[in-house]
Antibody
Framework: QLQLQESGPGLVKPSETLSLTCTVSGGSTSSSSYYWGWIRQPPGKGLEWIGMIYYSGGTYYNPSLKSRVTISVDTSKNQFSLKLSSVTAADTAVFYC????????????WGQGTLVTVSS | DIQMTQSPSSVSASVGDRVTITCRASQGINSWLAWYQQKPGKAPKLLIYAASSLQSGVPSRFSGRGSGTDFTLTISSLQPEDFATYYCQQANSFPYTFGQGTKLEIK
């Protein structure tokens, strides 16, 4: 059973870069069966897909965030990461990492989520 | 981007009721649709994938139907633990998009 866990700072200053890591257990980030993705949810609002990465390094980003987002994978540590640059208060959200099943494409396993607040 | 529109945005129902939530895509998405349940302070949980396939471990009172642009999630007999917010999500084309959510409340 895949388990995912987000980690990173809970507070980021405006204009700085938000960095989060997702650690995967019970499975491998080098598996061809999954994409590894990030989704965010502003407080009290809906879900927004940020992007995802395949084990080979191929990435797919939401065009609304593409200029600011980088997702990478470290198969040696069984982790994948999110960097979001030039953050503003509008980027305050709960950030979830999740696995996307390659064949049927649902996000079938999720981390518990981590709240990141952008404030000076 | 493909817009996903859920209706209703909220619904009140009683234990034992049958409830149907609708999700409409702004263009055809074949059957690349998933449904999630989210409870306050928790991560979303996958219920249905490929429009009608029940995720392992999900009770059979949940069912999904549809293809193309119109989809439904039905809960056949509401249980107390089903009161939550439900989201649809398309995986036909990038960027993947979610519906705005449907809040299912106790009447």
């Amino acid at each position: 059973q895949l388990q995912l866990q987000e980690s990173g700072p809970g507070l980021v200053k405006p204009s700085e870069t938000l960095s989060l890591t997702c650690t995967v257990s019970g499975g491998s980030t080098s598996s061809s069966s999954y994409y590894w993705g990030w989704i965010r949810q502003p407080p009290g609002k809906g879900l927004e897909w940020i992007g995802m990465i395949y084990y080979s390094g191929g990435t797919y980003y939401n065009p609304s965030l593409k200029s600011r987002v980088t997702i990478s994978v470290d198969t040696s540590k069984n982790q994948f990461s999110l960097k979001l640059s030039s953050v503003t208060a509008a980027d305050t959200a709960v950030f979830y990492c999740a696995s996307l099943n390659y064949s049927d494409r649902p996000f079938d396993h999720w981390g518990q989520g981590t709240l990141v607040t952008v404030s000076s | 981007d493909i817009q996903m529109t859920q209706s209703p945005s909220s619904v009140s129902a009683s234990v034992g009721d049958r409830v149907t939530i609708t999700c409409r895509a702004s263009q055809g998405i074949n059957s690349w649709l998933a449904w999630y349940q989210q409870k306050p302070g928790k991560a979303p949980k996958l219920l249905i994938y490929a429009a009608s396939s029940l995720q392992s471990g999900v009770p059979s009172r949940f069912s999904g139907r549809g293809s193309g642009t119109d989809f439904t999630l039905t809960i056949s007999s509401l249980q107390p633990e089903d009161f939550a917010t439900y989201y649809c999500q398309q995986a036909n084309s990038f960027p993947y998009t979610f519906g705005q959510g449907t809040k299912l409340e106790i009447k």
